[in-house]
């Protein structure tokens, strides 16, 4: 199965930017559908956002609609998160994985396989 290992987190001041990188390896196609998802402590894993391999097709949740972008390099095999105007309500370990079944919908994580160590970012005030 698809494995990730992500990283590009950090400490920022609010309002600014930091971007995340996930490394995938395994099984990927064009449809395969990478997630980064966010789980802050004491709170359940929650979508961020999405992208497919093959024609780059992008979904966000509400909350960082706007703020962050998420792209990929097909020939690198990894998947990014831009993250802007950065609040501390965005303090979260970050996470990638694929998408394996749609059964739960494309924003739930019980969907997705190939979880990471996840990457900190942590946002002052």
């Known amino acids: 199965q698809v494995q990730t290992v992500e990283s590009g987190g950090g400490l920022v001041q609010a309002g600014g930017s930091l971007r995340l990188s996930c490394a995938a390896s395994?099984?990927?196609?064009?449809?395969?559908?990478m997630g980064w998802f966010r789980q802050a402590p004491g709170k359940e894993r929650e979508f961020v956002a999405s992208?497919?391999?093959?024609?780059?097709?992008?979904y966000y949740a509400d909350s960082v609609k706007g703020r962050f972008t998420i792209s990929r390099v097909n020939a690198k095999n990894t998947v990014y998160l831009q993250l802007n105007s950065l609040t501390p309500e965005d303090t979260a370990v970050y996470y990638c994985?694929?998408?394996?079944?749609?059964?739960?919908?494309?924003?739930?994580?019980?969907?997705?396989?190939?979880w990471g160590q996840g990457t900190q970012v942590t946002v002052s005030s």
């Open positions: 395994g099984p990927i196609f064009g449809s395969t559908r």
């Open positions: 992208i497919t391999w093959g024609d780059g097709t992008t």
């Open positions: 994985a694929a998408l394996r079944t749609q059964t739960f919908g494309i924003t739930d994580p019980r969907g997705y396989r190939g």
